[in-house]
């Protein structure tokens, strides 16, 4: 089980930017490969994958997340990150951040194939 913790969310104009963080505790990063991911839930809409990772480096982005977020790790800080730019009022959400050990590159943005979720952290887009 992996302990993971977002911060970073809050309240952005359309055309801002945010830079969400996730620690993420309880693996050895040195021994172990996981995958690291970034998923969303608007209000009465089903949650998203927004774009994974793994330790590699490889990544992968939803369409929409294409050309405006960038995820990326650093594991000496046991951190992942999301930076976001151009928001907009669409991207309204309750972002995650999620952990599992190999993914199969197919499912990296499939939040059931994630065991260890964080709490998430709230964006808000206004026009």
């Known amino acids: 089980q992996v302990d993971l913790v977002e911060s970073g969310g809050g309240s952005v104009q359309a055309g801002g930017s945010l830079t969400l963080s996730c620690v993420f505790s309880?693996?050895?990063?040195?021994?172990?490969?996981?995958?690291l991911g970034w998923f969303r839930q608007a209000p009465g809409k089903e949650r998203e994958g927004v774009a994974g990772m793994d330790d590699d480096g490889n990544t992968v982005y939803a369409d929409f997340a294409k050309g405006r977020f960038t995820i990326s790790r650093d594991n000496a800080k046991n951190t992942l990150y999301l930076q976001m730019h151009n928001l907009k009022p669409e991207d309204t959400a309750l972002y995650y951040c999620?952990?599992?050990?190999?993914?199969?590159?197919?499912?990296?943005?499939?939040?059931?194939?994630?065991?260890?979720w964080g709490q998430g952290t709230q964006v808000t887009v206004s026009s």
């Open positions: 999620a952990a599992q050990s190999f993914i199969l590159r197919q499912l990296w943005l499939t939040g059931s194939a994630y065991r260890s």
């Open positions: 309880g693996y050895d990063t040195s021994a172990y490969a996981y995958n």
